[in-house]
């Protein structure tokens, strides 16, 4: 093998297969339909959900965790590179839980004080607590694994970001299913929820993401 030729091998061996923004939504397309398959064939939708999309605060649930999802996964895609920063990422990510305490405070306005707390601890804060985690795994192994192929400054955080995209896109297809559509009961244990799968992703992060 002449020199040239073995210049050029390590060319051919040093260019990635994948560029990094395919891969990456590449992982975001398999843990949405990671989540959305265990969803769809374990858990489901609720029973009057024809219905239930004729109701604000049902919808409400949706613009809440999807944008929240969105804004959480783009801000995972900037963090996978020190040069890219941008000073509207907190702000979309605080735009959606600033819409739900709005919500909440309205209908702390509308309903009696009587029907706070049933409103707020509602019938399904056990399957909250337990079915976001769990729809959250698939989408957070998958943004912890192409995030390994990045390098993220703060490995900590980009895991606490990926583990927030991960819950919200868990928390867009569990609110197909869960019967509680009160701003005080999304406020409470979706955050709560969350916070365990954000947990995870962080520690996760320290442990995956050092570079």
């Known amino acids: 093998m002449t020199t040239d030729q073995l210049i050029t091998a390590l060319a051919a061996d040093a260019t990635p297969s994948w ?3 395919r891969s990456f939504r590449c992982a975001t397309a398999i843990g949405i339909a990671g ?5 769809f064939s374990a858990i489901g939708p609720r029973a009057d ?4 999309l ?5 919808l409400l649930k949706f613009l809440i965790t999807v944008p929240l999802a969105i804004a959480a996964t ?3 895609a900037r963090m996978s ?3 890219r920063r941008s000073k509207h990422t907190c702000l979309a990510l605080l735009a959606p839980p600033g819409l739900l305490i709005i919500a909440a405070l309205l209908e702390l306005f509308v309903v009696p004080p009587s029907l706070w707390m049933v409103r707020l601890v ?3 804060s056990a399957n909250c607590m337990t079915l976001v985690p769990l729809l959250a795994t698939i989408p957070l192994a998958a943004f912890l694994s192409v995030l390994r192929r990045g390098a993220p400054l703060d490995p900590g955080r980009a895991g606490a970001v990926a583990g927030l995209a991960a819950a919200a896109i868990a928390a867009s297809f569990y609110a197909l299913n869960c019967f509680d559509d009160s701003p005080l009961f999304v406020l409470t244990w979706y955050p709560l929820a969350a916070s365990i799968v954000i947990a995870f992703g962080y520690v996760l ?3 995956m993401l050092r570079w």
Do not use: E, K
């Not at 989540?35 to 969803?39: E, L, M």
């Not at 004729?54 to 049902?58: A, E, K, M, W």
């Open 49 to 52: 959900l024809a219905a239930a």
């Open 74 to 76: 783009l801000a995972i």
């Open 35 to 39: 989540a959305g398959a265990v969803f």
């Open 205 to 207: 992060g320290l442990r």
């Open 122 to 124: 509602g019938s399904n």
């Open 81 to 83: 590179r020190p040069d």
């Open 54 to 58: 004729d109701t604000c605060r049902f």
């Open 19 to 21: 560029p990094f923004g």
